[in-house]
Nanobody, 128 residues
Framework: QVQLVESGGGSVQAGGSLRLSCAAS????????MAWFRQAPGKEREGVAR????????YYADSVKGRFTISQDSAKKSVWLQMNSLSPEDTAMYYC?????????????????????RGQGTQVTVSS
C-alpha cells in the first residue's frame, strides 16, 4: 500500500504562485506514475499533470501548460506541483494520485479513480 498526503494549498491572489506537495509513504518503490488532479465546484475532476517516476517524463493538461510544473524527488517519496500565474479558474481541490503502471503516465485515459492510490486533497483558492 501507498499513502499519499497533500499539503501546500491555500488562498492567493490572481497572478500569484503556490507550491503543492504530495508526500508518499509505504511501498513507494512500486509506484511508476504520480499525478495531480483537480476538481472545481460543479465540474468534473480533471488531470492536471503527471510524471513518470523512472525517467521523469512529464505531461500537462493544456489549461496549465507553461504555468504549472510537476517534479519529484529521486526516492519517489514526494511529488510537487509548482503553480505560477494563477487565475480564479484554477480554484479547485487538488488531489495527488499514484499508480503502479507506467501506462497511467502515457495512456489517453486520465482518470483519478483509475489510479491505485489517491490522496484526500488540498484546497486552492485564487481570488481576482
Amino acid at each position: 500500500q501507498v499513502q499519499l498526503v497533500e499539503s501546500g494549498g491555500g488562498s492567493v491572489q490572481a497572478g500569484g504562485s503556490l507550491r503543492l506537495s504530495c508526500a508518499a509513504s509505504g511501498a513507494t518503490d512500486r509506484v511508476a506514475c504520480m499525478a495531480w488532479f483537480r476538481q472545481a465546484p460543479g465540474k468534473e475532476r480533471e488531470g492536471v499533470a503527471r510524471i513518470s517516476t523512472s525517467g521523469g517524463t512529464q505531461y500537462y493538461a493544456d489549461s496549465v501548460k507553461g504555468r504549472f510544473t510537476i517534479s519529484q524527488d529521486s526516492a519517489k517519496k514526494s511529488v510537487w506541483l509548482q503553480m505560477n500565474s494563477l487565475s480564479p479558474e484554477d480554484t479547485a481541490m487538488y488531489y495527488c494520485a499514484a499508480d503502479r503502471s507506467k501506462a497511467a503516465c502515457t495512456g489517453g485515459t486520465w482518470t483519478f479513480f483509475a489510479y491505485n492510490y489517491r490522496g484526500q486533497g488540498t484546497q486552492v483558492t485564487v481570488s481576482s
